[in-house]
């Protein structure tokens, strides 16, 4: 089956870090080119970071130097170091294929609290 699991998610304060993980199978990541989205509630989903087959990344202002995004092909994965996170961080967090060709997990909640 092909699918992508997202996982990693917590509560943490204001300037804390979190890492989140994207497990795929069915395929190999290091043949696919992967985003991180996130949505907040009553919002749409927003395009976080991503990163190409040949391993160029990408990322939305807001997590500019603060967000990073990785893949570990021998683990079949894909990550998003988050660090200095704010409240505004808060939401759920997706991952896709490039052209979002796959059916949407449930994603992983990141909670930026005091």
């Known amino acids: 089956q092909v699918q992508l699991v997202e996982s990693g998610g917590g509560l943490v304060q204001p300037g804390g870090s979190l890492t989140l993980s994207c497990v795929a199978s069915?395929?190999?990541?290091?043949?696919?080119?992967l985003k991180w989205y996130r949505q907040s509630p009553g919002e749409g989903r927003e395009l976080v970071a991503g990163?190409?087959?040949?391993?160029?990344?990408m990322y939305t202002d807001s997590v500019k130097g603060r967000f990073t995004i990785s893949r570990d092909n021998d683990k079949n994965s894909i990550y998003l170091q988050m660090k200095n996170l704010k409240p505004e961080d808060t939401a759920v967090y997706y991952c896709?294929?490039?052209?979002?060709?796959?059916?949407w997990g449930q994603g992983t909640q990141v909670t930026v609290s005091s």
């Open positions: 069915g395929f190999a990541v290091r043949h696919a080119g």
């Open positions: 990163i190409t087959i040949l391993g160029s990344t």
């Open positions: 896709n294929r490039w052209t979002n060709d796959l059916t």
